[in-house]
C-alpha cells in the first residue's frame, strides 16, 4: 500500500496544478485589462515567481548542499527550456511574435549567469549584481511589454472581453498561485516517492530528479495558458521563471549564503544552459515553437540526463 501513494500523491498533484493553472489564467488576465499592461508582463512577474524554489535554494545553501542549492537555479532552468516548454509545445504548438529586445534578454540571461559562478565560491558582488540586474529586467518588461502587439487569437479577443474586478482578479491570481504551490508539493513529494520506489540511481538526485519533481507544474503552466489561446502568457512565464531563476535565486543564493561552485557546473551544467536556451530563443525568433520544435528540446533533455548519469 505504501509502495502506491507516492503514484497517488503525484497524479493528484498534477490534477489540483491544472486546475489552479486555469483559475491563475484567469487572475492575470483580469489584472492585465485593470492594470493596464500587457499578460506577457503580468506573467513574467507573478506566474515566474516559484517561492518553493526560492526557499528550497536558500536552505540547502545555508546547509551547505551546493548541489541542490545550485540545481534550482541551472537544473531547474534546464529543464524549464528543454522539458516544460518542449513537453507544452509537443501538447499545444505555441505561436506569439516576441520582440527583439526580449529575445535579446532571454539570449544574455543565462550568460550573465555566469558571473555566479567565477572562482570557487559564488560571491557576494556577482550576488549584488545579478539581482540589481534582476530587478531592471523585470521593470524593463513591464514597461517594454506594453508597447508591442503579440500575437493574438479568437479565444484571446473573448477572454479580455470579460470584465475582472480588482477583488476578482487578484483573488483568483492569489488563489492560484497558492493552489499551485500546494499541488506542486504533491507533485514532489509523489514524484520523489516514485524514485525511490522504482529504485533510481542515486547519481540522478542532484541536478536532475529534484528538479523533474520540483519543476513538473512548469509543463503544466506552459501548456495550459496555449491551450487557451494565450500564448503570451506561456512566453511571459518562461521569460520570468528564467530571470527568478538564474538572476533572483542565484543572486539570494550568492548574497546571503555564498556555496561551493563544483567544477562541473561551470564546464557542464551553465555551457549546457546556455546553448539550449538560445536553441529555443531562435524557435522563439522564427515565431513558433511547433511539436518538431518541442520534441528536439525534450530529446535535449534526455540527452543532458544520460550524460549527468552516465558519463559525468
Known amino acids: 500500500m505504501a509502495s502506491v501513494l507516492p503514484f497517488v500523491l503525484f497524479v493528484v ?9 486555469e483559475r491563475l489564467l484567469e487572475g492575470l488576465v483580469g489584472l492585465a485589462g485593470l492594470l493596464r499592461v500587457s499578460t506577457f508582463a503580468v ?65 544574455v ?31 524593463y518588461l513591464v514597461r517594454a511589454s506594453h508597447e508591442h502587439a503579440f500575437l493574438e ?15 476578482q482578479a487578484v483573488g483568483l491570481t492569489v488563489l492560484g498561485l497558492v493552489v499551485i504551490a500546494v499541488g506542486g508539493e504533491l507533485v514532489t513529494e509523489g514524484a520523489e516517492g516514485i524514485a525511490s520506489v522504482l529504485g533510481l540511481a542515486a547519481l540522478l538526485v542532484g541536478m536532475v530528479i529534484t528538479r523533474v519533481a520540483m519543476e513538473v507544474e512548469e509543463v503544466v503552466r506552459q501548456a495550459v495558458p496555449a491551450r487557451e489561446g494565450r500564448p503570451e502568457v506561456s512566453a511571459g512565464n518562461l521569460v520570468g521563471t528564467l530571470l527568478y531563476f538564474l538572476w533572483f535565486n542565484l543572486g539570494l543564493i550568492a548574497l546571503v549564503f555564498p556555496v561551493r561552485v563544483d567544477p ?38 534526455g540527452l543532458y540526463a544520460a550524460l549527468r548519469a552516465f558519463v559525468l
Not at 498533484?13 to 493553472?21: D, P
Not at 534546464?78 to 516576441?98: K, M, Q
Not at 557542464?268 to 518541442?294: K, S
Open 153 to 167: 487569437s479568437e479565444e484571446v479577443r473573448k477572454a479580455e472581453e470579460k470584465r475582472y474586478s480588482y477583488a
Open 109 to 139: 540571461c543565462p550568460v550573465l549567469a555566469g558571473v555566479g559562478l567565477v572562482g570557487g565560491r559564488t560571491g557576494r558582488l556577482a550576488g549584488v549584481v545579478l539581482l540589481v540586474t534582476f530587478a531592471a529586467a523585470i521593470l
Open 43 to 107: 506573467a513574467a512577474v507573478l506566474s515566474g515567481f516559484e517561492a518553493e524554489n526560492v526557499a528550497v535554494g536558500l536552505a540547502a545553501a545555508r546547509r551547505g548542499a551546493e548541489e541542490v542549492a545550485l540545481g534550482t537555479v541551472f537544473g531547474g532552468a534546464i529543464f524549464l527550456v528543454c522539458v516544460a516548454l518542449g513537453l507544452g509545445a509537443l501538447l499545444y504548438p505555441l505561436r506569439v511574435r516576441l520582440p527583439r529586445r526580449f529575445l535579446v534578454l532571454m539570449g
Open 13 to 21: 498533484g498534477v490534477v489540483v496544478v491544472v486546475w489552479a493553472t
Open 264 to 301: 562541473q557546473v561551470r564546464a557542464f551544467d551553465w555551457p549546457y544552459l546556455v546553448v539550449v536556451t538560445w536553441l529555443a530563443t531562435l524557435f522563439f525568433a522564427r515565431g513558433q515553437v511547433g511539436r518538431i520544435e518541442g520534441a528536439l528540446l525534450v530529446t535535449t533533455y
